[in-house]
């Protein structure tokens, strides 16, 4: 880790605090930023005196001075770029969600060029591809066609497409990750978010209603964040785009696997509600350049997050009401 320092963008969201907490377990420093000023996230990750040896900045990706200046003041070598807006913002506010998730990532390319830095890793989405009805190569390879369904994957694209430019033009390697359902503590917006809600719920004795079904890839935060980890340090020279596999599981074997584990658990489910996404997602690509991929077993992680979420609980250092939206 010598002469490493790792910028993280969107530091305060689910995928950024499990980032944090495994660069702060490798001893790296880390400059974290994001327009929050309160890691509550993290909290439930990190102790004190972790979050308090980490450098926090407070940045809005837009700004195009501002992300150039957090990199060239903190000697800033690799870059795990997160900040974004989700599904529902973007539709709600179509021009705040390119300016977030489309400049914002081309300021990040952009500060990456000026001052040399050497690993760029971001966060693109599953939601760059098109129904399973579009695809007949499974599982789905990464150079399967882009047919995004919403503004969200349409800027997705956008940073994909961004990051074959700066490779052609200036040499800038970057790898772009699709993430699809990811899970674990510190999980708590957005609809694929409802398998790790359904795991808090079952933790916490009380019901709770997943609002699709059908297969899915159920992707461990922990295990995410450690691939953006590695994908950064591999300091590759050209533009990649993966995917992620995770577990590929049907919702109602989830709840079944859940149950196994908590036998009185609550949990059902919306029937014959498919997400428009595919699920059987190959990860070669991610093979190739990890080696080994992190990821732990579905029911290895769904022990450590009931154990997880009711030390919590117990802690009062979470609350349900995540759940109600
Ligand atoms: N969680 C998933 O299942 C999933 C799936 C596919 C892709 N992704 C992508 O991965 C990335 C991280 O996901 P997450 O689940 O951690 O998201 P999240 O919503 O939990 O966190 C995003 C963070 O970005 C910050 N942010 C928003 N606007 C910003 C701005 N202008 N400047 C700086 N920071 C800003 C937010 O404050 C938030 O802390 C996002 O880009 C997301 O689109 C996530």
Redesign the pocket.
């Known amino acids: 880790m010598a002469n490493e320092t790792y910028l993280v ?9 499990w980032v944090l907490r495994h660069l702060t377990d490798q001893g790296a420093d880390i400059v974290a ?4 000023a309160d890691p509550v ?1 993290g909290r439930l990750l990190m102790t004190d005196p972790e979050i308090a040896a980490i450098t926090w900045e407070h ?5 195009t001075k501002a992300v150039s200046s957090v990199v060239e003041t903190h000697g800033v070598t690799h870059i795990i ?6 599904i529902p913002f973007c539709r709600a506010d179509p021009p705040v969600g390119a ?3 489309v400049t ?1 990532t081309v300021n990040v390319f952009e500060a990456a060029r000026a001052h040399n830095v050497k690993g760029l890793t ?6 760059a591809l098109g129904a399973p009805t579009f695809y007949d190569t499974w599982p789905l390879p990464d150079d399967a066609p882009t047919m995004p369904s919403t503004l ?1 994957g349409v800027y ?1 694209v956008a940073n994909e497409e961004t990051g074959r430019i700066y490779a052609a033009d200036w040499n800038i390697g970057s790898i772009g ?7 674990g503590v ?5 609809i ?2 409802d398998p790790a809600k359904a795991i808090l719920a079952a933790a916490a004795g009380v019901p709770f209603h997943i609002r699709f079904s059908g297969p899915v890839a159920l ?1 461990h ?1 922990s295990d ?1 964040a450690q691939i953006f980890i590695g994908c950064a340090k591999a300091e590759t020279a050209d533009a990649k785009v993966l995917n992620l596999r995770g577990d590929v599981i049907d919702i109602a074997d989830f709840v079944e696997t859940l149950k196994n584990r908590v036998p009185d658990a609550q949990i059902t489910f919306e029937p014959d509600t498919p997400l428009p996404y595919p699920a059987d997602l190959s990860d070669a690509g991610l093979q190739s350049v990890l080696g080994h991929v992190p990821h732990t077993p579905l029911t290895d992680a769904i022990e450590n997050d009931i154990t997880a979420y009711r030390s919590l609980l117990a802690n009062g250092k979470l609350d349900l009401k995540q759940l109600e939206s």
């Open positions: 963008t969107g530091a305060m969201g689910c995928i950024g605090s930023t994001d327009l929050q996230r940045l809005d990706v837009t700004d770029h997160l900040a974004g807006l989700q300016a977030v998730n914002g971001y966060a693109s989405s599953l939601a969200y997705k990750l699709r993430p699809y359902t990811v899970y510190a999980r708590d917006q957005g694929t978010a992707q935060a995410v």
